[in-house]
């Protein structure tokens, strides 16, 4: 590679490390080239060979170090990247310092996911900037889709996610509420008790028409509505709607039902105190009112449930918070759905709720995923209203950038091999535990004679190729008689085009590393001390990895 030709791609490649926290997509740097040279099109297969490797140089560099590069090439460089981009969610309309209030409303069917904490997120910045107050309201009005460990599980995954909760509400305990709305609401002739069945309910509703309940009088209405309440009628028997507009251009809109009956599962609060279960539009429309909620963000599939629960706000005169609908996420690559998983934990195929093979938060957690990277994923992608598709290279993005400037360095040989050196009776080896940090120590090696290290397969078959390798702080090797033989330790053989591996002493320890695809990596690791247990570090050409234990044998998890 010419040094012009390489000085071309390493100023795009620098910008787009910056940009996506690190890591450079060959691909973009070389179209960016080619638009400002177009005289290098003749050379493409050239400069794509060459956009590869100088991105592999440049994600091998810590991210402080790529921003100033990239700045010190060009100044206007850096306006452009994450180094500088400040991520500001926009002013709430009407908000009030102290006024505030926002909330969380999961379904307790299981602990967060990676997609909940969009929302999480969000609503905490906004509870954050305006000094205002956080609910997370437990709606848990389903009881056939309830775990009980949940409760439990969702405060401790706020917690992890830095969510500071004022105040928790369990819709389970304030079924009266519901109760005495739906009398007020069949008082102001708003709401009926149909027995009609569902089906042909819906095909009336559909049509614009009234069921023959439609028209029934209070008295009627209350008369069965009591009748609800004391076990008169069984599941899907009779059903308390609550009145829109018959109508309305939109079917979905049309009166929908405020109240059902559920006798066949016990709730596993309330266990069959009560059979009569809110539906999601009335719980929460009341409670968004008697919780004093200013501003309510979820996901545009609430459309028309914000449509339905006005309703309900101009029945009463109440006021309505001021509503967000943000586009729709697409997760690939990750499961997320509760009864599947639930599924595979009591099949044992899956550990728990914290398998690193899900997209749990809990999963997030255990694979050293910080809290603050998915943060500032959501901070970035703000508060758009198009739908997108979540971007784990992104999210990886944000995570190296918390990381990389703390994770301690490590070999770990996947695979190993081992190798004889000979020509030498003693070597020494010093790796910084973190090449940017030399006040943190180092990671020392004495080896004597007969002197073996491993290697994996992979670098041990392109050592023997070339015949040439340079072993990283330890020494460099030619392949001889199916040995290394010592020729010395000078590092201008890179310059020469040596390629330097890493290595592990054949007395390292036993290691696993568990990945995301349901993988087991297994080899031999440097000794890594029990301080570490917990924490990320990076295991130099693998990826970083979370380190779960260090004894008898290092256990991890691969982060990224």
Not at 336 to 357: A, F, M
């Amino acid at each position: 590679m010419s040094a012009e030709l390489k000085e071309a791609i390493r100023k795009y490649a620098l910008q787009n490390a910056a940009l996506f926290g690190g890591k450079a997509n060959p691909k973009a740097v070389m179209g960016k080239v080619l638009a400002e040279r177009p005289d290098l099109r003749s050379r493409a297969k050239e400069v794509s060979a060459a956009a590869e490797e100088v991105c592999r140089e440049i994600a091998s560099l810590p991210f402080e170090d790529i921003c100033r590069m990239a700045e010190s090439i060009d100044p206007n460089l850096l306006k452009k990247t994450k180094c500088e981009r400040k991520h500001v969610l926009p002013d709430l309309p009407g908000a009030v310092e102290g006024k505030v209030v926002m909330r969380m409303a999961p379904g307790p069917s299981g602990p967060l996911h990676i997609g909940h904490t969009r929302v999480s997120i969000l609503n905490d910045e906004y509870v954050k900037r305006y000094k205002g107050k956080y609910i997370n309201r437990l709606e848990d009005t389903n009881p056939e889709k309830i775990d009980p460990e949940a409760y439990k599980m969702i405060p401790e995954d706020l917690k992890w996610l830095g969510v500071h909760v004022d105040e928790t509400v369990i819709q389970s305990d304030r079924f009266e509420i519901y109760y005495d709305i739906a009398r007020q609401l069949i008082d102001l002739g708003k709401a009926y008790v149909c027995t009609c069945p569902a089906e042909p309910w819906r095909q009336m509703k559909e049509a614009g028409k009234e069921c023959p309940h439609h028209s029934q009088t209070r008295e009627e209405a209350h008369e069965l509505f009591d009748r609800m309440l004391s076990h008169g009628f069984g599941e899907e028997e009779a059903v308390l709607v609550v009145k829109t507009d018959l109508k309305h251009p939109n079917p979905a809109v049309r009166d929908f039902v405020g109240l059902r009956i559920v006798d066949s599962v016990p709730h596993p609060r309330t266990g069959d105190r009560y059979t009569v279960y809110p539906m999601m539009n009335l719980s929460v429309a009341v409670d968004d009112h008697l919780l004093g909620l200013t501003h309510v963000i979820r996901g545009k599939d609430h459309l028309n449930n914000t449509l339905r629960q006005e309703y309900i706000f101009n029945y009463f005169g109440w006021k309505k918070p001021w509503y967000h609908h943000y586009g729709l996420v697409h997760i690939p690559e990750a499961i997320l759905k509760t009864s599947t998983i639930h599924k595979g934990i009591r099949s044992g195929e899956y550990s728990g709720w914290d398998d690193v093979r899900l997209g749990t938060v809990r999963a997030m957690a255990k694979r050293g995923i910080q809290a603050d990277a998915i943060r500032n994923y959501w901070l970035d992608v703000g508060m758009k209203d198009v739908d997108i598709e979540f971007s784990w290279d992104n999210l990886y993005a944000f995570n190296k950038q918390i990381i990389d400037p703390v994770a301690d360095r490590y070999f770990f040989v996947w695979d190993p091999e081992c190798l004889e050196i000979v020509g030498v009776d003693r070597l020494e080896s010093r790796s910084p535990l973190h090449p940017d940090h030399p006040e943190r120590g180092t990671r020392d090696h004495s080896l004597t004679a007969p002197i073996r290290v491993l290697m994996t397969r992979e670098d041990l078959e392109g050592f023997r190729e070339r015949g040439t390798v340079r072993l990283k702080d330890l020494c460099n090797l030619r392949w001889e008689g199916g040995k290394g033989v010592y020729t010395g330790s000078d590092h201008n053989v890179l310059r020469e085009g040596v390629k330097i591996s890493h290595w592990a002493p054949a007395d390292g320890v036993e290691a696993e590393v568990f990945m995301p695809d349901g993988s087991v990596r297994k080899g031999v690791a440097e000794s890594i001390p029990a301080s570490e247990t917990g924490k990320v570090v990076q295991f130099e050409r693998f990826g970083f990895v979370r380190i779960d234990s260090t004894s008898p044998r290092v256990r991890a998890y691969f982060t990224q």
